[in-house]
């Protein structure tokens, strides 16, 4: 690639998902933070329904401050992948459109069709370089069940649960979960993000609603026990040797909400408060860091993850969940928390496109025939 020019990013936001709104506000912030002496931004957004539209950079959004409202504008061209291709892989569907090259591809695009390998997959197949995790660390970091088995084998330590299949459905019994998990527990669709479809069951009166509310999101769910304790987040950067940063904080406004919803990480101001650096001992902050990068390596994640735990009064911590595509918004931990320590969003976006290149050339080093 010519260093004297500027790499082409395309930005893909937006997406098939219950998280599309919030992929929408994190894009925003990227694009506003991409270094334009370094690149030039291609903004494609995917609506609801999956279409691709090349967007406008001055009209990409509706309703932009506003994150009830935030939405799509879906009056530019439509294009498509052509896979095959090994340059020039996006085309207008009316054929008439030339896009140019990519030379570099940042998802935005959280939750399931973006966040859990089905995009990555179609990257390495077009053959273009992509920021984030790879397609085995995708579909695991996005899959609840199968990354807490993964924790388990690795001797993660993190809640207990129950899966259930949609066929399952019919076979859960609010006694069998009480007994394993005991009181309260929560109920969450295996495969998506920001709180959404989560209930928190106090007693059975809620449970059915509950497991109703998580199967319109996903055919899998995980009932997870609840573990009391300070909400620890911790976000991570690189491939082979990932960095982490300091510590946060959720702590959410217990008068509003029950727990860290979507409502409050998204929607109301005041939902929750994150403190930037968390206070917690020396010893606490490297036990999280250390674990963040077991959890990282773990589940073979690379380029970004933010690191969820819980810290118990007792000094015992518990890795709640990854997220691969973390939130980008303007009160967003993972970016925050890097730029408590001095890391910029440009600098850090930069550092993402830089990783992102060097797997890409590593990739293309390997045989492909006998």
Known sequence: MDKKKKLRVAVLFGGKSAEHEVSLQSARNIINALDKKKYEPVLIGIDKEGVWHLSDAQHYLLNSDNPKLIALNKTSKNISFHPGAQNNQLVSVDGKSKIGPIDVIFPVLHGPYGE????????????????????????????????????????????????????????????????????????????????????????????????????????????????????????????EKPAVSVPGEVISNAANHEFYSYEAKYIDEKGATLVIPAKLPKKTIKAVQDLAVRTFQALCLEGMARVDFFLKDNGDLYVNEVNTIPGFTAISMYPKLWEAGGKSASRLITELIDLAIKRFKEEQKLKTSV
């Open 116 to 239: 859990d390998g089905s995009i990555q997959g179609l990257f390495k197949l077009a053959n273009i370089p992509f920021v984030g995790c790879g397609v085995l660390g995708s579909a695991v970091g996005m899959d609840k069940d199968v990354m807490k088995r993964l924790f388990r084998d690795a001797r993660i330590p993190t809640s207990d649960f129950v899966s259930v299949s949609s066929h399952q459905r019919k076979d859960i019994s609010f006694d069998a979960v009480v007994k394993k998990l005991g009181l309260p527990f929560f109920v969450k669709p295996a495969n998506l993000g920001s709180s959404v479809g989560i209930s928190k069951v106090k007693k059975e009166a809620d449970f059915k609603k509950a497991i109703q509310l998580a199967f319109q999101y996903d055919r899998k769910i995980v009932i997870e026990e609840n573990i009391p304790g300070r909400e620890i987040e911790c976000s991570v950067l690189g491939n």
